[in-house]
């Protein structure tokens, strides 16, 4: 599926339409002539009857969501709503918003593809520029569709006592990880007196798999759980569409011969370059409906807000509270003209990039009234105990540590050569998990930090659960995916993976206790870029049966392309165990996750994350 283009299935689709994939709206009905095509089918003999994968994982933005459900940013923001098809109900932003922990459960069901090929002829209207063309046809036409089932948990947590959010997000995470497998009744005491002063939202939606749950009883996280284990069962009783697949028109060979022969030729947009500004701006928007929806309070309870202490605060008069909702709206109103902008020429990226004339949402946040504590100073002393343990200080985090924790080396021992972005990831870890380092190390990770998004394995890893199997892939110089198969069933993808790039791949015999034992990474910069920042190049893994993964671009690649990149070797470090007897549990980085091939796509920095061996 990560080679494909998709947009969530509705019942207003049909094969040959054109649709806009960057607003996810539907075109012109028969764009193209299917008559003849013939279709590519994934479920013969010898696929699998079924491809399932689950994951379970905390998110803080609104895009990282949007982003697993295939649900276009810009469509969001334009119609002011994160809107799904399918049963259960739509996203609530603000609620997502307000609360201290979200959690999303998802389970992705794959029975059948069907993909038309070939014989797909262009059905041409005359007087066409490229502004009128991509009015009426759009980027994409709709070229199959993919069946079985899709299911998406947000659970979302706002926590009475402050001081207890951590232990709460612990409790969570022991069952996340074994959500497919291992659920039991005993799992349900666990979570109910975890949540016990604490506020919980739980909103699902799915496709397919019929009627997953009784419809008299309420969505709890434990009927999540129950739900997402039986969900792949159900689907294969009760398959329905869930993705359309969409292809671009200058694929087909008879719009590329007709829209050269025009003067000026029609050219179909692209919006790789603008997803994660999108995604940049879905959040800014969700900020801002938050910041809105206080305001809107704060007009009709005067009584119950004071101003801010902020120098630049809002003043607690109605007209003062009305005139900065009327500035809240001009911002808001601003990030869907930005939207309305790209969608006509998404070559402007670079013009609104250059402008940031959108207010940060969180500059407006400081500056708005706030509700009086009815709890008085002990509930504030508590919840400025719980910031100050979640600040980044080294030094403070030594003393938290339990005895039975110093017995063994620090998480990470090059904590002075990390990003803040990362100090501030393992000061989290560390206050929440406070013996992680009896079971898990973490090594130096090279390459840029600026580039990406952040990721550790070790978020969700239990110490029982290991390596089974690594996938890995590049093109055009680079590492540009990184998947690791968990005993637990458990898949994590960082990066792309797509049908052109050359692949790797490494099958353990745990049962043989075969495992990875030492691994090199290097890095390079791009040579005739300026300022290029470096990336991963290569990644091998050794284990101590004597087989290997070693990802490095091929001397004849897969895919040739005319466009070659050429990498200056930056940094290459060996990583080894730390202790005797462990074992490689995973990874930590920065990776570039885009939907449809940007240039930027792979992986940007990389650690590893060692563990204890399993025990017996």
Not at 33 to 40: E, G, L, R
Not at 151 to 175: F, W
Request: glycine fraction near 8%.
């Amino acid at each position: 599926m990560s080679t494909l283009l998709l947009a969530p299935f509705n019942d207003s689709m049909r094969l040959g339409q054109g649709y806009n994939s960057f607003l996810q709206t539907p075109c012109l009905g028969n764009a193209v002539d299917i008559s003849n095509a013939k279709y590519v089918e994934s479920d013969d003999e010898k696929a699998p009857s079924q491809t399932v994968s689950y994951s379970a994982r905390f998110v803080e933005k609104m895009s990282d969501i949007v982003h697993a459900m295939n649900i276009s940013a810009g469509s969001s923001i334009r119609t002011g709503s994160v809107s799904v098809s399918g049963g259960g109900n739509n996203i609530d932003e603000i609620k997502f918003a307000e609360s201290d922990l979200n959690a999303v459960i998802s389970v992705k069901v794959v029975n059948q593809t069907r993909n038309l090929r070939d014989n797909i002829s262009f059905n041409h209207i005359k007087n066409m520029d490229s502004a009128r063309f991509h009015d009426i046809y759009g980027d994409t036409f709709i070229s199959g569709f993919i069946e079985g089932g899709d299911l998406h948990g947000i659970i979302s947590i706002r926590t009475i006592d402050a001081t207890r959010k951590s232990e709460v997000k612990n409790k969570l995470r022991s069952q996340f990880n074994g959500a497919n497998t291992e659920w039991a009744p005993s799992s349900s005491a666990v979570i109910s007196e975890a949540l016990r002063q604490a506020e919980v939202t739980v909103t699902v939606n799915w496709s397919g798999g019929g009627i997953i749950k009784p419809s008299d009883e309420e969505w709890t996280i434990e009927s999540l759980i129950r739900a997402s284990s039986a969900f792949a069962d159900n689907v294969a009783k009760c398959p329905q569409r869930t993705w359309a697949i969409l292809t671009r028109y200058d694929t087909v060979e008879g719009f590329v011969n007709w829209a050269y022969d025009l003067s000026p030729k029609v050219t179909v947009r692209r919006y790789e370059g603008v997803q994660r500004y999108t995604s940049d701006l879905l959040d800014m928007y969700i900020e801002y409906k938050g910041n809105l929806l206080i305001l809107n309070d704060a007009i009709r309870h005067t009584d119950r807000y004071e101003a801010s202490k902020d120098p630049r605060a809002v003043g607690m008069s109605i007209d003062s509270l009305i005139e900065a909702r009327k500035h809240l709206r001009a911002e808001m109103n601003k990030i869907v003209g930005n939207i309305e902008i790209l969608d006509k020429d998404p070559e402007k990226i670079h013009t609104l990039l250059g402008q940031n004339d959108i207010t940060a949402p969180e500059l407006w946040r400081v500056k708005l009234p706030f509700r009086k504590d009815p709890t008085g100073e002990a509930a504030t002393k508590s919840v400025f105990e719980s910031l100050l343990e979640g600040l980044p200080i080294q030094a403070e985090l030594s003393k938290s540590l339990p005895p039975s924790a110093e017995k063994y080396p620090p998480l990470c021992d090059s904590y002075e050569s990390l990003g803040q972005i990362e100090k501030s990831a393992l000061a989290d870890l560390t206050r929440e998990r406070p013996e992680i380092n009896k079971h898990f190390h973490l090594s130096r990770p090279i390459g840029s930090n600026g580039k990406g998004t952040y990721f550790n394995n070790v978020d969700f890893l239990k110490p029982s659960v290991y390596i089974t199997a690594v996938k890995a892939s590049t093109f055009r110089g680079c590492l540009n995916y990184l998947g690791i198969f968990y005993s637990n069933g458990l898949t994590v993808s960082h990066g792309c993976l797509r049908g052109q790039h050359d692949v790797f791949e490494l099958e353990l015999s745990p049962e043989e206790g075969e495992k990875i034992i030492a691994a090199v990474v290097e890095t390079g910069e791009e040579q005739g870029v300026e300022d290029a920042e470096p990336r991963i190049t290569k990644l091998a893994l050794y284990t101590n049966r004597a087989n290997k993964l070693v990802a490095e671009p091929p001397v004849k690649p897969k895919t040739e392309t005319a466009d070659k990149r050429t990498f200056s070797p930056v940094e290459s470090i060996s990583h080894e165990p730390v202790e005797g007897g462990s074992l490689v549990k995973g990874f930590w980085g920065f990776s570039q996750n885009g939907r449809v091939g940007l240039e930027d796509d792979g992986i940007w920095r990389l650690g590893v994350v060692w563990g204890n061996p399993p025990k017996a």
